[in-house]
C-alpha cells in the first residue's frame, strides 16, 4: 500500500497545505494519514509506509522522536524531511535555528530518504556535509495555497475589508500546550539541538533571557501601537491575529476596550487575508504571505539597530516603520488613497528568493513533493513490516494521553486545536477533494484507503 503520514504540530499554519499536498498525491493513488505526533505514531506502526515532513519535536531528538524514529527504521519506512517552524529566521541565530530544525546526524541515516529546505541559504550551510546529495530546496509548501487567492480577493466588496495586525510575540505570552521561552523544556531543545557543542550551558541560558527581553520589548511597542492606531482610526474595522503559538485570551482580555478591533486567530490566516486591504505586521512570515498577494504591508520595527537581531529577508518588506507615528501617517497616506506607496518589492524579492524558494512560482513545492513521493513508491520494492502488538499499545496510550491533555486543557487556548470536522471536510472540498475519500477523527485525517 502507498501510504504517507504527515505529523501536524499547528493546525491552524499548517493542516491546510497538508490537505492540499493530500490531493495531489490522492490523484496518484498514494493515501494520506494526518494528525498529531502520537495520532500518527499509532497509524504508521499499524500501516508502515513514508513519514513526510519532521518528527514530533522541534529538533528530532525529543524521547518520542527517539522512539518513533527507531520504529521507522526497524519498520523499514522512509521520511521525506522538511521542517515547517521557518525558513526566515533572525541573522544572528540563522545557521543555530536551521542546524537545529535540520540535525545533521539525523539527516544523514538512510532512513531519511530525502531532506528539503526553505531556500539556498539552508542548503549552503550543509554544503560539506555527506548528506548532501538528497537535498533540495523546494520554498515552503504553505505558500501554495496562495497560488489562486488573490481571486477571491477581488469579490469582497471595499466595505466590507479590514486592517489586520499580525503579531509574532510567542516568547512573551505562550499557549498553555507548548513549552515557554524561558522554560526547562526549552533549554532541553536547544540543548537537543547540539548548542552545547559551541556554548556552555549558562551561556545558552543567557542567550534565551537576551532573546526573551528582545521579544517582550517588542511586544510592548506593538500593543501600544495597536491602541495608537485603533484609537486614532475610530471609523475603520481592524482584526487582531495572534501567531498560533500565544495566548488569545491576553489580546481578549486587554484589548476589549478598543471597540472598532476584533480578536480572530479562528482558521488559517489566509481567509483573513480575503478580506484584508492593508497588513501590519513586525518582521513576520505573514508580511511575506501578504506581499505574495499583493496586499500592502506597514513593517513595524521599533529597534531596528539592536545587534542585527532582524529576521533575514524579512526586514524590508513593506513600508517598513520604526515608530508608532510612522505607522499612523503609513495609514494615512494608504486610506487617503486606498494605495500604499511602492516599497522595493524587487530587491525584497531578490533578497528573499535566497531564503525562500519558488517565491514566483507557487504551487510547485507541493508538486515537487507529490512527484517525489510517486516516483518512490513507484520504484520501491520494500516490504514494510507490521508490529500490531506494540501499535496496540501505542494507541491505548495515546487514548489516555489525549483524555488527560482534554481535561487539562480545556478553558484554555491551545497551538494544537484543530478545526471541526465539518470545516476540515470543506477545505478537503474546496481543494476539490471528493468528500467520500476524507474520514475525519478527532484530531486524525485519513484520505484515501
Not at 497509524?43 to 513519514?51: A, P, R, S, T, Y
Not at 539525523?106 to 550551510?125: M, N, S, T
Not at 482584526?239 to 476584533?262: G, I, Q
Request: overall charge positive.
Amino acid at each position: 500500500m502507498k501510504s504517507t503520514f504527515q505529523i501536524v504540530d499547528s493546525p491552524k499554519r499548517d493542516l491546510e497545505w497538508r490537505l492540499l499536498l493530500a490531493y495531489k498525491l490522492s490523484k496518484m493513488g498514494i493515501s494520506s494519514y494526518i494528525g498529531g505526533a502520537q495520532n500518527i505514531r499509532s497509524k504508521f506502526l499499524l500501516h508502515g509506509g513514508v513519514l513526510v515532513g519532521r518528527l514530533g519535536g522541534t529538533s528530532g531528538r525529543s524521547r518520542f522522536d527517539k522512539l518513533f524514529l527507531k520504529e521507522i527504521e526497524e519498520l523499514g519506512g522512509k521520511i521525506f524531511y522538511f521542517h515547517d517552524e521557518g525558513g526566515a529566521f533572525r541573522v544572528n541565530g540563522y545557521e543555530r535555528e536551521s542546524r537545529l530544525a535540520y540535525p545533521s546526524d539525523l539527516c544523514d541515516k538512510p532512513v531519511f530518504e530525502k531532506v528539503y529546505f526553505w531556500g539556498q541559504a539552508q542548503r549552503d550551510i550543509f554544503d560539506k556535509e555527506s548528506w548532501i546529495t538528497k537535498t533540495q530546496p523546494i520554498g515552503s509548501p504553505r505558500f501554495d495555497l496562495y497560488k489562486n487567492a488573490a481571486k477571491k480577493r477581488e469579490q469582497v466588496k471595499d466595505a466590507d475589508k479590514i486592517i489586520l495586525f499580525n503579531t509574532r510575540f510567542s516568547n512573551v505570552q505562550t499557549v498553555k500546550d507548548d513549552p515557554t521561552a524561558l522554560s526547562k523544556r526549552m533549554l532541553e531543545i536547544r540543548i537537543e539541538g547540539g548548542e552545547l557543542d559551541k556554548k556552555s550551558k549558562p551561556e545558552i541560558i543567557s542567550n534565551m533571557y537576551y532573546r526573551w527581553k528582545t521579544s517582550a520589548r517588542d511586544f510592548i511597542e506593538f500593543t501600544d501601537m495597536v491602541a495608537q492606531v485603533c484609537l486614532s482610526h475610530p471609523e475603520q474595522q481592524f482584526v487582531l491575529r495572534p501567531h498560533p503559538a500565544e495566548d488569545v485570551e491576553w489580546y481578549r482580555k486587554n484589548f476589549e476596550l478598543l471597540e472598532n478591533l476584533t480578536i480572530d486567530n479562528t482558521g488559517d490566516v489566509k481567509h483573513i487575508f480575503e478580506r484584508t486591504k492593508l497588513l501590519i505586521h513586525s518582521e513576520c512570515t505573514t508580511g511575506l504571505e501578504a506581499d505574495l498577494q499583493k496586499i500592502p504591508t506597514v513593517n513595524f520595527i521599533p529597534f531596528p539597530d539592536d545587534g542585527g537581531e532582524g529576521v533575514v529577508g524579512l526586514r524590508s518588506i513593506g513600508t517598513v516603520c520604526h515608530e508608532t507615528q510612522g505607522v499612523l501617517s503609513a495609514i494615512d497616506d494608504f486610506l487617503k488613497t486606498e494605495k500604499q506607496g511602492q516599497p522595493a518589492l524587487e530587491n525584497n524579492e531578490r533578497e528573499i528568493d535566497y531564503y525562500i524558494s519558488n517565491l514566483n512560482e507557487l504551487g510547485k513545492a507541493t508538486d515537487i513533493l507529490a512527484q517525489d513521493l510517486d516516483a518512490y513508491f513507484n520504484s520501491s520494492t520494500s516490504a514494510y513490516n507490521k508490529n500490531y502488538t506494540h501499535a496496540f499499545k501505542v494507541n491505548v496510550f495515546n487514548k489516555l494521553r489525549n483524555l488527560k491533555n482534554k481535561y487539562k486543557y480545556r478553558n484554555v487556548s491551545k497551538k494544537n486545536m484543530w478545526p471541526s470536522k465539518k470545516e476540515i471536510v470543506q477545505k478537503w472540498i474546496e481543494l476539490g477533494g471528493d468528500k467520500n475519500a476524507i474520514k475525519v477523527g478527532s484530531g486524525f485525517i485519513q484520505i484515501g484507503k
